[in-house]
């Protein structure tokens, strides 16, 4: 199985700032990785998928790079409603797997 | 509009069995992976199973294999997980989660159903 480590576990910011977060898989997933955020009460909503791909909708304040094990999902300026955790995945190997997660919080 | 509307979910004891739907629509239902993703209260997401657009093709996360099974009803546009033998650890909301076209990431995931095994 592989195994998607997220750092750091929480993330102290002010809105305006940039945030940056980081997914490293035990192997290499390719470029198959993909992001979500999810707010308190709700579902998951995909932001990233395939590594740099942002999905249907997604602002383009957040980016996603990388390849092979390490990869990084980027908000260039951190909005109100962008305080949330954020989780990678991976669809490289069966079983897919979901990293533990990066709470971004208002600093 | 895509919707995916869970149901099923509630209060089993351990050892039964639950069994959830997921009625979907607004997208063409047989041409997407479609799967269920669990989150344990207050903890992260779980993949649990996921199903090929026709049908054909399962995979299920080694903490539910053989205990669940996952199958679709393309005439009906609905998703099923057949729960057997639950077990403590099973407790969470299971979202059903539509995937991005053959590729197994979820683009779109409905409001979730709460599965709670206690005796």
């Known amino acids: 199985e592989i195994v998607l480590t997220q750092s750091p576990a929480t993330l102290s910011l002010s809105p305006g700032e940039r945030a940056t977060l980081s997914c490293r898989a035990s192997?290499?997933?390719?470029?198959?990785l993909a992001w979500y955020q999810q707010k308190p009460g709700q579902a998951p909503r995909l932001l990233i998928y395939d590594a740099s791909n942002r999905a249907t909708g997604i602002p383009a304040r957040f980016s996603g790079s990388g390849s092979v094990t390490d990869f990084t999902l980027t908000i260039s300026s951190l909005e109100p409603e962008d305080f949330a955790v954020y989780y990678c995945q991976q669809r490289g190997n069966w079983p897919l797997t979901f990293g533990q997660g990066t709470k971004v919080e208002i600093k | 509009e895509v919707q995916l509307l869970e149901s099923g979910g509630g209060l089993e004891q351990p050892g039964g069995s639950l069994r959830l739907s997921c009625a979907a629509s607004?997208?063409?239902?047989?041409?997407?992976?479609i799967g269920w993703v669990r989150q344990a209260p207050g903890k992260g997401l779980e993949w649990v199973s996921v199903i090929s657009g026709s049908g054909s093709s399962t995979n299920h996360a080694d903490s539910v294999k053989g205990r669940f099974t996952i199958s679709r009803d393309n005439s009906k546009n609905t998703l099923y997980l057949q729960m057997n033998s639950l077990r403590a650890e099973d407790t969470a909301v299971y979202y059903c989660?539509?995937?991005?076209?053959?590729?197994?990431?979820?683009?779109?995931w409905g409001q979730g159903t709460l599965v709670t095994v206690s005796s």
């Open positions: 607004g997208f063409t239902f047989s041409s997407h992976a």
């Open positions: 989660a539509k995937g991005v076209a053959d590729r197994y990431y979820f683009d779109f």
């Open positions: 192997q290499s997933v390719s470029r198959y």
